[in-house]
């Protein structure tokens, strides 16, 4: 273990631990409670489903409504659960060159069900013969589908032709991953990036935080600016190239 050459008792390295054990504290609690509450939500609706089967006669309608709930608190726990171990792979292991292009229709794909249950068109336009970038492919991924769903969200209560539009092309030595909605713009653009941070009613707060991080760690940027007149626009920067020595991303 490497040992601290600051003396015991400096206030600045004591400030400095408090800061962590109080951030992995902090991040460990709000991890445990974004966890525990879709597991409650599983077992009050495995019991009430238990109780509809047993009854007699038993009531099939009901039992599948329970069924439905515990699917969907089921899949709120895992995406907890996948934001964590995406942010834990490893660069060295997971870095290889990929066609980015294949990885936003990939992601396109993955979001096709959500979006048409948003009543939202995805639009992809890719420009030609881009060159491979050195990426972890789950979390560019992860990015992708992150800022996608928000777009989603974004456009939920909009009454405006829903379209959301990604586009990927080459700018200088950088790849750059446009995601475009018509939503209802940024409340609070300057904390939209920091760890949860939410102003949705079930928000996480966690996936643009997540996202920042996966971009940095790729020597990457991410940043939102807003779309005239409406929605916003997240663009995702990828530098051509120089990916492959960027620093593994840390959870917390
Ligand atoms: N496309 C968007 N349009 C408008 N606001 C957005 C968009 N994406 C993110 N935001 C804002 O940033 C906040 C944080 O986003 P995020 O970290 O993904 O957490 P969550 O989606 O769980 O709220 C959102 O609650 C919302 O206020
Ligand atoms: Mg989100």
Redesign the pocket.
Known sequence: MVKSKRRRGDPSADLGRARRVANLAELSASIAHEVSNPLTAVLASSNACERWLTADPPNIERALIAVKRITRAANTACEVVNHIRVLSRRPGETREPAAVGDLVAEARDLMAEEASRYFVRLDLDVEPDLPPVAVDRIQIRQVLV?LI???L??MEFVARDRTLKIAVERCGDTLQIAIS?C??????PDK?FQPF????FQ???????ICRTIADAHAGRLF?KQNDPH??T?VFVLPLGASSTAPHVAAA
Do not use: C, Q, W
Not at 197 to 200: A, D, L, N, P, V
Not at 203 to 209: C, F, Q, V
């Open positions: 992150n769903r928000n777009g969200e974004a909605d939503g209802v713009g940024l409340e609070h939209i941070f939410s102003t949705k928000g996480m707060g966690m996936g643009l935080a939102a929605g916003t997240f």
